[in-house]
């Protein structure tokens, strides 16, 4: 089915149009539908503006090199910030923060120490956090950041 998608604020929307026999993308190896997608975005959204608030400079989103992905690196300060997002659309399965387990936390401590060689980025101090989003049914989603997170 062809899937329409407006990712309006502060909720996703979807609608179906007619089917079609196209699979799913593929993203890292494992199938993710258009509406995962759609949530995924909209997270990395939120999450951006929420530490852009919170003072942070964002410096990268969705940096990429063959290992993966980096979510978003920001400076606080004179300190670099990595950060994962995790976004759920409910809570059945947990907080989003409990997705990153330990084989998550090393795949992004090897790319922020790619990131830094690549860039010849040298900071004080490096950080890894981790935002949740929880999108609600009205208003604006739930966001936890948790600084040095591992």
Request: charged share 25%.
């Amino acid at each position: 089915m062809i899937v329409r998608l407006s990712t309006g604020d502060p909720v996703v929307h979807m609608s179906i149009i007619e089917a079609f026999p196209t699979p799913p993308l593929v993203r890292h190896g494992l199938a993710m539908t258009l509406a995962r997608q759609a949530v995924g975005a909209y997270g990395e959204r939120r999450a951006a503006q929420h530490l852009a608030g919170t003072g942070l400079r964002i410096v990268a989103r969705n940096w990429r090199c063959a290992q993966g992905e980096i979510d978003i690196i920001a400076w606080d300060g004179d300190v670099i910030v990595f950060c994962e997002v995790k976004t759920r659309r409910g809570s059945s399965y947990g907080a989003p923060a409990e997705a990153v387990v330990g084989s998550k936390a090393r795949r992004l401590r090897q790319l922020a120490a790619r990131w830094l060689v690549t860039t010849g980025t040298r900071p004080r101090e490096v950080r890894f956090d981790v935002v949740s989003v929880l999108p609600q049914r009205r208003g604006a989603a739930r966001i936890d950041h948790i600084q040095g997170a591992f």
